[in-house]
């Protein structure tokens, strides 16, 4: 029954990913032009970018630099976040200055500013996915804060004082299940905001890449970038945190 | 062993607890029975100090509830629910009240921790996780984990509640050898004679709100108990009487 199942889901994902193609060699031939490579220019240009080594470090060093800025921005997310919690100052500070603050201003600001100050590095892209991932924390944070099972904290009170091992041992691990899905969404926008944070502000990675292709007008090696971001972000998102959320969240659920 | 003297308490405006008194002696089982609302539960959130006194005292081995740190290490608490920790397994629960007070377990608590389930017969279930046990098995690691501290005083609020008749008798009589086995002194609050008739020393009746103390009736067989001999359904009779009386006013 499984096994059909993954069958049909399989077959689906075949045919919707036939017809995009057929739609965009459609429109290929219809425009006749050079600066719209068909299915295959792609294929040919995604082929020859396999086999160049240096792909490998770009995609590498994009992807570390997504993860570095994503656990920043977690980090700093969870802190506020948490920090809400147990002082009446930090509560307001957050949420009336620094989530709308950091929610409205776009990223292409940080972007700018971060290629003021830290020039070309790696600091742009991270710091420009660290500051667009950090508000999701802090409002997942306060999603697991508002859920609490306070009956578990009251059990654990009678046990300590101590506001730190509450904290660490049942408050926390309540949280896990809402700080996963923060990473989910998080890593999911941090994938397009470092290769924007790269085209502007680096000299390495994906986004680079893309820039230089893009500057001379080598449309099927753009298409081609654009396609190994797909296949990278599906693999995230419909392998890799599925597994995760498998083997390793389930049992923080609280079920009620 | 547990002295409260005068206790009241109100939540804003709505007056629950009217001065109660009472003692509870080394090594008894005193059973608090009072009907649903009038005040069991937040008699016992006083005594655990989840909330605070507003009236009255309480004193548990000479110790004020104001000296907080000293007065909860002899205290251990079974609540309405299990409360246990999903994520964690049995085992890991029932570390929880040592992982709570200090950084780091010694090897000494992990064989506490273990002796608590075997006394509760889940020393085969110590990798399992609360979802994997029935009910009565939940109820009997919250035993477990209020146990291992070994506190002087076991506080059980309606602690079988939600469980199938056969299950709740077979952890009465579980309940009763824990005790025994641990020296124990027990307040359990329950709103079934029965149950109180079956495990009590002494069953303190609670009127309705705002609620005092209406009788105070001792139960003088020993144990092991039957549950239907005539004196105990004469004395269930006596007790149901007390219960439904209405008040004079
Ligand atoms: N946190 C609270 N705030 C306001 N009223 C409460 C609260 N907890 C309980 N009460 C009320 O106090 C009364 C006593 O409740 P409780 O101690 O739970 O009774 P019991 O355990 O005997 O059923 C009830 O009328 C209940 O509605
Ligand atoms: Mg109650």
């Not at chain 1, 997310?77 to 200055?97: A, E, N, S």
């Not at chain 2, 009589?173 to 307040?187: G, H, M, P, S």
Request: glycine letters at 4%; a neutral charge.
């Amino acid at each position: 029954m499984q096994h059909h199942l993954n069958i049909t889901k399989i077959s689906k994902f075949l045919i919707a990913i036939a017809i995009v193609t057929a739609i965009w060699w459609l429109v290929a031939i219809i425009t006749k032009n050079q600066l719209f490579p068909t299915p295959w220019d792609a294929v040919k240009a995604f082929a020859d970018l396999l086999t160049t080594p240096s792909t490998y470090t770009h995609v590498l060093v994009t992807t570390y630099r997504t993860l570095a800025g994503t656990l920043a921005g977690a980090l700093v997310g969870i802190i506020l976040g948490i920090t809400t919690r147990y002082f009446k100052f930090m509560d307001t500070m957050v949420r009336v200055v620094i989530y709308p603050f950091f929610q409205s201003v776009p990223t292409v600001c940080w972007a700018f500013l971060f290629v003021i100050w830290f020039g070309l590095s790696d600091w742009t892209p991270i710091l420009s996915v660290a500051t667009a991932v950090m508000p999701f924390f802090i409002i997942n944070v306060w999603e697991g804060l508002k859920d609490i099972d306070t009956k578990l904290v009251e059990m654990g009170s009678i046990y300590t004082r101590s506001k730190g091992r509450m904290l660490q041992k049942i408050i926390m691990p309540m949280l896990n299940p809402y700080i996963f899905a923060a990473v989910q969404s998080g890593v999911i926008v941090a994938w397009k905001i470092v290769i924007l944070g790269e085209v502007f502000g680096s000299s390495t990675g994906m986004g680079y890449m893309l820039s230089i292709d893009f500057a001379a007008y080598h449309l099927p090696r753009v298409f081609a970038w654009t396609i190994s971001f797909t296949f990278i972000l599906l693999f995230f998102d419909k392998v890799f945190f599925p597994f995760i959320e498998r083997k390793y969240i389930r049992k923080w659920q609280i079920d009620r | 062993m547990l002295s409260i003297k005068d206790l009241s308490f109100r939540y804003g405006k709505l007056d629950v607890l009217n001065g109660i008194s009472f003692d509870v002696f080394k090594d008894e089982t005193v059973c608090i029975l009072g009907p649903s609302g009038s005040g069991k539960t937040t008699l016992l959130r006083l005594i655990t100090g989840l909330e605070s006194i507003q009236n009255g005292t309480i004193e548990l081995s000479d110790i004020s509830i104001e000296e907080k740190n000293l007065y909860k290490q002899h205290l251990g608490v079974v609540f309405q629910e299990p409360r246990l920790l999903p994520w964690r397994t049995s085992i890991e629960n029932v570390l929880l009240p040592f992982e709570l007070n200090e950084k780091k377990i010694s090897d000494e608590q992990k064989e506490k921790a273990i002796e608590a389930l075997k006394l509760v017969k889940l020393d085969d279930f110590k990798d399992s996780y609360p979802r994997e046990l029935s009910g009565g098995m939940q109820h009997r690691l919250a035993l477990a984990r209020a146990l291992v501290t070994d506190p002087d005083l076991l506080l059980l609020d309606e602690p079988l509640t939600g469980l199938d008749v056969n299950t709740k008798e077979e952890l009465q009589d579980e309940i009763l050898y824990l005790k025994k086995e641990t020296n124990k002194t027990v307040l359990w609050v329950t709103h079934d004679p029965q149950e109180a008739i079956y495990v009590a020393d002494r069953i303190i009746i609670l009127s309705e709100r705002p609620t005092v103390i209406k009788e105070i009736v001792p139960v003088e067989y020993g144990y092991p108990r039957s549950r239907l001999s005539s004196d105990s359904i004469s004395l269930e009779q006596h007790i149901r009487t007390i219960f439904n009386e209405k008040e004079d006013n």
